[in-house]
């Protein structure tokens, strides 16, 4: 059975953790993996899409003359929400469930699909999380001209680490 590596382990960790959390705190919040499937979605008033993709990763060598290094991978959570307000209640709201720490999971794949009947669900360790950028996306042109998905930005940048050498 093919097993995730660590960067798609870490993506979709995120994604399985904001997803768990919206559905009990939240309404009309969808979890995605990809700008591509963000543009699918038709959002309504009210209704918001937050995407989550790994971006750069920095490894650092645990010492000199060794081949052994430390992974931090920054996590990019993009948040597209139909107002101004929300868009500043869900950064907040992330950054509160996410600033310490969640789970790590090491998924397993059956015929290119997460094997949830493998033990996906159990946690492996767990995502540190170093810092935070939190950043509001602005195109500088009137919103009214804007699509729809681009009015109301925000992203936050995750610098993370799962705490164990490679």
Same mark, same amino acid.
């Given at each position: 059975?093919?097993?995730?590596?660590?960067?798609?382990?870490?993506?979709?960790?995120?994604? &399985?953790?904001?997803?768990?959390?919206?559905?009990?705190?939240? %309404?009309? *919040?969808?979890?995605?993996? @990809?700008?591509?499937?963000?543009?699918?979605?038709?959002?309504?008033?009210?209704?918001?899409?937050?995407?989550?993709? !790994?971006?750069? %990763?920095?490894?650092?060598?645990?010492?000199?003359?060794? &081949?052994? /290094?430390?992974?931090?991978?920054?996590?990019? *959570? &993009?948040?597209?929400? /139909? @107002? #101004?307000?929300?868009?500043? #209640? !869900?950064? +907040?709201?992330?950054? @509160?469930?996410?600033?310490?720490?969640?789970?790590?999971?090491?998924?397993?794949?059956?015929?290119?699909?997460? +094997?949830?009947?493998?033990?996906? %669900?159990? $946690?492996?360790?767990?995502?540190?999380?170093?810092?935070?950028? &939190?950043?509001?996306?602005?195109?500088?042109?009137? =919103?009214?001209?804007?699509? =729809?998905? +681009?009015?109301?930005?925000?992203?936050?940048?995750? $610098? %993370?680490?799962?705490?164990?050498?490679?």
């Amino acid at each position: 059975m093919p097993v995730y590596r660590a960067s798609r382990n870490i993506e979709a960790s995120f994604i &399985d953790f904001l997803t768990t959390n919206f559905a009990l705190d939240w %309404t009309d *919040v969808t979890v995605e993996k @990809s700008f591509a499937r963000v543009y699918k979605i038709e959002m309504a008033k009210g209704e918001a899409v937050v995407c989550v993709r !790994l971006g750069t %990763t920095e490894h650092e060598f645990i010492e000199v003359g060794s &081949d052994s /290094t430390w992974r931090f991978p920054n996590v990019l *959570v &993009d948040i597209f929400a /139909t @107002s #101004d307000g929300q868009r500043l #209640d !869900l950064k +907040d709201y992330i950054v @509160s469930k996410i600033k310490g720490g969640l789970p790590y999971y090491e998924y397993v794949t059956t015929n290119g699909a997460v +094997d949830w009947s493998s033990g996906a %669900t159990e $946690q492996s360790g767990r995502i540190r999380v170093l810092s935070i950028d &939190d950043t509001p996306i602005n195109f500088d042109n009137d =919103k009214n001209i804007l699509n =729809k998905y +681009d009015r109301y930005r925000h992203l936050l940048t995750v $610098q %993370t680490n799962i705490g164990q050498v490679e």
